[in-house]
Structure formats: structure tokens, C-alpha cells
């Protein structure tokens, strides 16, 4: 099996890396859009050699992986579908991006006579701060989930093929409705980025920002950890998922209004309640990550 | 020299841990509310020996310090100075609070007839989501910074004494205003734990929290971390320090109303500039950081 991959950041890399050694794999074909990440990727054999043009993958691969930031995913995606509906045996086009809904549209708004049976839409919840060819990290995705938004029109051997590959990678595959994926990543994800970003972003413009980054310590650190990853990438993300990340800041905005409001009122037992509350979901959530995993890396 | 401990939570006991093999040390004496927690110290050598009453430390330390949850620091602070004043050589007593400005206006409060001399109030910025005596941590202040807003009306041996102690500890001690110190940990910690603490209970309560949680992965594990703490200790942080905690949730939240009116608006330009200035803010802080101390630990 070839495997081609359009783009060849974190996450295209580290799936290259991680399929390198399988026996199942034949060619891992390459495109980048700087030459200087696919000098980067041939020089450290992550691929095995790379195209001249996105749509030449179409011709030398069994699966095309779109890895690119998500709204570009999304043009890139309806391109290449564009060029696959004129194939006679086009090959299994899949995709990373953190928002599904909007590809899951961009395709539907190609009005095709039926769903394009190769497209399964895919996101893997793993990835790093770093990003980059430099960043790739074979075991990405040992014993992290990938969420696959299969639609009725996808062939079955389309869907397993990309169950597979991820499989292979070392990943926990599971399925959902398109909506639910983008629904709950804007809360577990989308959410938490947009809220590090603003928080860092205020601090930073405060009168006393020098002493502020000088004095905080650990617990700042963990929190913005998130806020160090590619604005790129976030701006698609907040893009593509708009609706349900204006949603996500709402609920989470008249939240803390709440919690505002008892602070103001100096109510300790209505404070008591929410940090109670959080409390015992945060550890009943760690206790159940951890009888499943290690703790080693993830978004 | 003996050293007095009002509280042996995470901070008292791990301070005590810290002194343990100090030259300078002759006893560490204990007072804990609750008599398990003292057996716990006393068999774990955590402390020499305990007294009944947080009074008779006075009478048996050179310095006392206060390490008891913020609200009742500030009442046994008064307390304990109600006694100190009527002493010929009062011990020196300090404490380890979050906040300062209640503990220094609860002091002015008590009228005396000048600041005493013997009262240095601190604050390790140092801890950890865990708490309680069996989470004592002998390295916990280790490479830390300790915040000291002494009083013009301190001894110079008094503050020196203290300043001993944290540095026997492996802390770095720096000094500040106390109303600076109050502004800068609203900012750097105080508001970081409200928005985890309401992130949290907001997803906990909403119809998808079962999939939100079950489909959370590292990101969202660490920007809940606070989230875990004790919330006895963070209520009575947000009471003590409630002006500068309200007015950081307002900085925040206008902050974040430009985020989203930004995102309503799809103005990629103006996510981008939020994002990257703050991604730049992180990672020089970061990069500070690092420079100083490993990533081990710390609140």
C-alpha cells in the first residue's frame, strides 16, 4: 500500500514515521508546500519521495492523507475530490483536521450525485504545542483516540482502510456523528485554546505584565501550555467551528459570571458548590485517564 | 533555634520536611486541628513533638509559622498577635497565605500602638494540586520563589530570620509592596484557578458532559489541573483577595469579549494578532523559565 501525505507537518510526519515499518506499507509519498520540508522529510526518511504538485498524489497512492491546517483541508479537500470523481478507481482520501463539520459541508456543497464513498473524514486527538516536520514523534498516537465521522455513503472497506492505518499507528479508533465530534471538541479543545490565548493575550497587556510573566510559576505554565500552539492553526480551527465555538464561550462565559457574582457577593457556600463540583468531575476524569493510559503527551 | 507549626497541610509539613536536617534546627513543634493529622506527623517524623493549643507554640518557638488555609490564617494571625503583645520576646511569627492584604489590614485593624516588629508576612509560590499532611514534599520549595511584603515597621532581624528560613528550604526570597504582591498573583494565579474551576463545572453540567470528558485528552488534563485543588483554600483566597480577583475577571472577560466578537466576525486578522501575541508572550516566558529551574513542580 502507498500512502501519500499533503502536507508534512506534527501530524503528517509523525503518521509517516509511525507507518514507516509496517509490512503493510510500500512508498510514503510526500507533498509539502516549502521545499524546505521536504528536504527535511527525505533527508530524515520520514518519506520515501515526494511530488511536484498536491494532485499527483492522487495517481501514486492507495490513501491520501489531507495534513494540513483546516480551513486549507478544506479546499485541498474538495480539489482533490474534484479530480477523484473523474478516476476510475480513485484512492481513499482522509484527513487530520481538529473540525469536521465544515469539510463534511464543503463536500456536500459539491453536489455530487452521492457522497464521494472514498472521503472518510477523520481527526486524531493527539498533537503537541511544537509543531512542524522537526516535531515528528513516531509515537504520536500510541494508545490515543482517533474520531472518524464516517457518512452512510462511505464504502465499508474505505472506512476500515483508514481505521487500519491509524491501527496501525497505535491508535484507539472509534466513530461519531459529525455534529457530536464538533460539539464536544469545541468544549474538551477549542474552548480551553481560545480561553489560554485570551488570558495570556490580557496579561501581556497589562501595565504590569513584566512583573506578572516574572512571578507566576507552575500552575500559570500547565495552564497556558496551550496558548504556545500555532495561531495558524487555531484561527482555522475557531473558523471552521464558529457556531459551536461562540457557543462554547457563551456557556462558559455565563458560568464564570456565576461564579463572578458569588465571589462579588462574598457567597463562600455557592463558591464551596462550584469548586466542589470541579473538583470531583477533574479528578474522576484523571482517575479514568489514567487506568488507561500513561500520561506522556496529547491535545 | 525551634520552629513552630500552626497547620501541617501540604506547605506546613513540607516546610517542616525542608528544616528537618538544618544544623540550625533544634525542634519542630506541631499544632493541627485535627489529632490524625499530628499522629500522621508524629510518625513520620514530619515534627519532634506537638502541643495541645496553637497558643503554647508561642511559648516554645523561636518562630511560627501560620500555615493554615487564608480566612483562618488571618483570625489565628490576629489571635496569636493578641498574646505575642502582651510577651516580653514574642517569637517571630509569619505565614505562608496566597494573600497578604487582608493579613496586613487585619493586623492595622487591631489598632496597636505601632506594627509589630515581629510579624513577616510570606508567600511560596510553590504547592501543588495535591494536598494534606501525606503530600509533604521536602523539595517542594526548592528553586521556588517565597514572596516577603515586609512592613517598615519590621526588624531588620526579624525579616532576616525569616529570609533564612525559606532559603534553608532551597527557596529563592524576594521582597515587594504588598499591594503589588496581591494584583500580580490575582493575575498569575488567583484568576487561572476561577476560570479552570468554571471551566469545569460549566462542562460538568452540560447534556454532553459524559462524551466531553470520556473525549478530553492531555491539553484539556492540564489546563483542569488547578482545577483539582483544594477548594476550601482557593474560597478563601477569592474571599481574602475579592477586589483583585473581581477585577481581573473583568480584564479577563473583556479580553475574551474581543476574542469573540473577533471570531462572530470571522476577522482572521485580528484571532491572528491575539494568538501570536500571546503565543510569543508564553514562549519567552517559557524560555525564562527554563533557563532558571527544571519543570518539576509547583503552583
Not at 494540513?68 to 478516476?87: K, N, R
Request: hydrophobic share 45%; with cysteine.
Amino acid at each position: 500500500m502507498n500512502v501519500g501525505f499533503l502536507g508534512l507537518g506534527l501530524i503528517g510526519a509523525s503518521l509517516a514515521c509511525a507507518l514507516r515499518d509496517r509490512p503493510e506499507i510500500n512508498d510514503l509519498i510526500g507533498y509539502g508546500h516549502r521545499p524546505s520540508t521536504i528536504d527535511v522529510a527525505l533527508s530524515l526518511g520520514i518519506i520515501d519521495r515526494a511530488v511536484e504538485q498536491p494532485e499527483h498524489l492522487l495517481d501514486c497512492c492507495d490513501v491520501l492523507v489531507i495534513a494540513t491546517p483546516t480551513l486549507l483541508a478544506q479546499q485541498q479537500m474538495v480539489h482533490l475530490v474534484g479530480i477523484a470523481e473523474t478516476m476510475e478507481s480513485p484512492p481513499i482520501l482522509t484527513d487530520v483536521a481538529s473540525v469536521k463539520g465544515n469539510l463534511w459541508r464543503a463536500i456536500e456543497a459539491m453536489e455530487l450525485p452521492a457522497w464521494p464513498e472514498y472521503v472518510v473524514l477523520g481527526h486524531p486527538i493527539a498533537g503537541s504545542e511544537r509543531s512542524g516536520v522537526h516535531a515528528a514523534n513516531p509515537k504520536l498516537f500510541v494508545d490515543h483516540r482517533v474520531i472518524l465521522t464516517p457518512h452512510e455513503g462511505n464504502s465499508a472497506g474505505a472506512v476500515q482502510c483508514v481505521e487500519k492505518l491509524w491501527q496501525w499507528a497505535g491508535a484507539d479508533v472509534i466513530s461519531m456523528p459529525v455534529e457530536l465530534h464538533d460539539k464536544v471538541l469545541a468544549a474538551t479543545s477549542h474552548l480551553p485554546h481560545m480561553l489560554a490565548y485570551s488570558l495570556v493575550d490580557t496579561l501581556a497587556q497589562s501595565d504590569l505584565s513584566l512583573d506578572i510573566f516574572r512571578y507566576a510559576a507552575g500552575g500559570f505554565r500547565d495552564f497556558t501550555r496551550i496558548a504556545s500552539s500555532d495561531p495558524v492553526m487555531w484561527r482555522d480551527i475557531a473558523l471552521a467551528n464558529k457556531d459551536e465555538v461562540l457557543n462554547a464561550i457563551d456557556t462558559f462565559s455565563s458560568g464564570l459570571a456565576g461564579l463572578r457574582a458569588a465571589i462579588a457577593d462574598s457567597d463562600g457556600e455557592q463558591m464551596m458548590a462550584i469548586f466542589e463540583r470541579a473538583k470531583s468531575s477533574r479528578d474522576t476524569f484523571v482517575v479514568k485517564q489514567n487506568s488507561k493510559k500513561d500520561e506522556t503527551n496529547g491535545v
